[in-house]
């Protein structure tokens, strides 16, 4: 395998562009009129490059808002003072509207992107994205949802809160990257598993409490890598009164928790780690990762095929630097897409094929600037073309975008519609306002109007057992314990807690989700030697950390 190293543009860091990804690029190549356009190298490295596009996601924020059209109050991912034109669903999909009303002829004198840039504030967009779902007003990249709050990535779940990526699950707060739970809190990186709390990497778990890496087991306490199993604390055998007991004791005794806390992190610590967390992979690198053959440095993803760099996706083929997307094929530096195929550089495209540089697209082909576009065909900038005219201008427009440095390169963070710190980028990639406006970045400072007759009380007056918290808990806002960001318990959410004997959180529901995300080990390969058999690995567990990592051969029969 061939090397390349270059350095980042952006960060300085050394990175390295193999000859598969090279060959990657060449297949991935746009084809216009019949004819493919090279791709050029990475000039940034993976990280950069995965922070860029997720510096256009805003999944944690909303804002009220008015319909452009209508007029009419709506909930938005953008917030009113930046006064773009957002329209409330109904609007955005009715003839109302028409979105090549905006297009603009291309102007070779002036940088692609800051043409782009200009049309994409004036072209109207949805305000929220969340599809055939029911009352479900605060969720965004959401579909097929009912009676779902504050949660992002959902699909087809119903009383589902506070949660990020949730699939198919019902009756959940504080999930993230979770499938097929029910009456599941505060869990990360699981599926099928019921009536449980704080688990991470467990499958098929129930009515258990804090555990990591448990499977087809129930009544777990503090348990560590079991399978099968019945009735455990702390890995040791235990009885259901026991279980039962000690489960409610950790919910209404705050001492007790930690000091039990304490223990079962030191187990966990003890306990061998497998080098990836991947099941039923071939040929795979990368974590936490499902149904994989050929996926490379890819992470949280399942049904992958002939992938590179791909985050948080499911069912993708033959896609290199891609980030939260589904049911996509053929792509190259493309996020949020759901049914996009043979396109490049673009962001949230619905049911299209053959986009470059476009965003918010909807059943179009052959589009290349575009932004909002609902069954177009043949468009530049939004201005409608013939296919003769269209394949004879895009080459020229990507020569121009050569002479400028623009080709080859996902939007630059500066047109984002969203303040870096109000993005998913920020979250991962954390930055101070001065580092982000001295990078010519936007910084979001925009606050909702301040609630006043409504009284504010500190998360630590609350009382410990649910059983004691009263239902006005409704009628006040809480500080956010240590931060005192302030935060509201809907009732739903209460009448859950109370169902399954949590406490009242602490927490603003931004900074749970960002608890549990930290949970994950970086999204980096690590070269390091299984610690029984000597043999080399690649892993996400950095060589200064003090897990004790095997091979997969040696981890199935340490735990087996």
């Known amino acids: 395998m061939f090397l390349m190293e270059k350095q980042c543009t952006a960060c300085t860091a050394l990175f390295t562009v193999s000859s598969e990804d090279r060959a990657f690029l060449d297949r991935l190549a746009p084809v216009i009129g019949g004819t493919p356009i090279t791709l050029p190298d990475p000039t940034h490295c993976p990280d950069c490059r995965q922070q860029r596009r997720l510096a256009f996601r805003n999944d944690s924020n909303y804002y009220k808002n008015t319909c452009f059209s209508c007029k009419k109050n709506i909930i938005s991912i953008y917030s009113p003072d930046k006064h773009l034109p957002v329209l409330c669903h109904d609007c955005f999909w009715s003839d109302n509207w028409d979105p090549l009303a905006y297009g603009k002829a291309v102007d070779f004198s002036r940088p692609f992107f800051e043409q782009y840039a200009a049309l994409k504030k004036a072209v109207p967009r949805l305000s929220i994205f969340n599809t055939q779902s029911e009352n479900s007003d605060y969720t965004v990249h959401a579909s097929k949802n009912k009676n779902c709050y504050m949660s992002c990535s959902t699909m087809r779940s119903e009383n589902v809160y506070f949660s990020d990526w949730a699939i198919d699950s ?6 993230v990257m979770c499938s097929n739970m029910e009456l599941c809190y505060a869990c990360d990186e699981s599926r099928r598993c019921f009536a449980s709390s704080y688990l991470e990497l467990c499958s098929n778990v129930s009515e258990s409490y804090l555990c990591f890496d448990c499977h087809a087991s129930q009544e777990l306490v503090g348990c560590v890598s079991l399978k099968n199993k019945t009735c455990m604390i702390l890995n040791e055998p235990s009885d259901k009164k026991t279980v039962e007991e000690t489960i409610h004791r950790l919910n209404t005794d705050p001492a007790f928790r930690l000091s039990f806390q304490v223990q079962y992190d030191a187990l966990k610590l003890r306990m061998p780690k497998r080098a990836a967390w991947n099941l039923n992979t071939e040929d795979s690198t990368g974590n ?26 499911i069912d993708m083929k033959d896609c290199m630097d891609t980030t939260r997307g589904s049911f996509a094929e053929h792509l190259y530096e493309c996020k949020g897409s759901t049914d996009l195929f043979l396109s490049c550089f673009s962001n949230l495209g619905y049911q299209c094929d053959n986009l470059l540089y476009c965003d918010n697209s909807n059943s179009s082909s052959y589009c290349f600037g575009c932004f909002s576009v609902k069954k177009m065909k043949y468009c530049i900038l939004n201005k409608q073309y013939t296919k003769e005219e269209y394949e004879t201008l895009v080459p020229k427009i990507i020569e121009h975008m050569k002479t400028t440095g623009e080709w080859g390169e996902f939007f630059p963070i500066a047109i984002s519609s969203f303040g870096y710190n109000e993005t998913k980028a920020f979250e991962n990639y954390p930055l101070s306002k001065e580092e982000i406006l001295q990078r010519g970045w936007l910084w979001s400072d925009f606050d909702q109007p301040p609630v006043t007759d409504i009284k504010l009380i500190q998360a630590e007056s609350i009382p410990s057992d649910i059983n004691d918290v009263p239902d006005d808990i409704l009628n006040y806002i809480i500080a956010s314990e240590g931060s005192g960001k302030p935060f509201r318990i809907i009732p739903q959410e209460l009448a859950f807690y109370r169902k399954r004997g949590l406490p009242v959180p602490h927490h603003h529901p931004q900074e749970r989700l960002r608890k549990l995300a930290l949970l994950e080990t970086p999204r980096a390969l690590y070269s390091r030697t299984c610690a029984k058999c000597q043999k080399p690995i690649e892993t996400t567990y950095a060589p200064d950390r003090r897990e004790t990592v095997l091979c997969e051969e040696c981890y199935l029969k340490e735990v087996y």
Not at 294 to 308: P, T, V
């Open 170 to 175: 019902t009756d959940c707060a504080d999930l």
């Open 288 to 313: 936490y990762l499902q149904n994989a053959k050929g996926a490379h440095h890819c992470y949280s993803s399942m049904d992958l095929e002939d992938c590179r760099y791909v985050y948080d996706a």
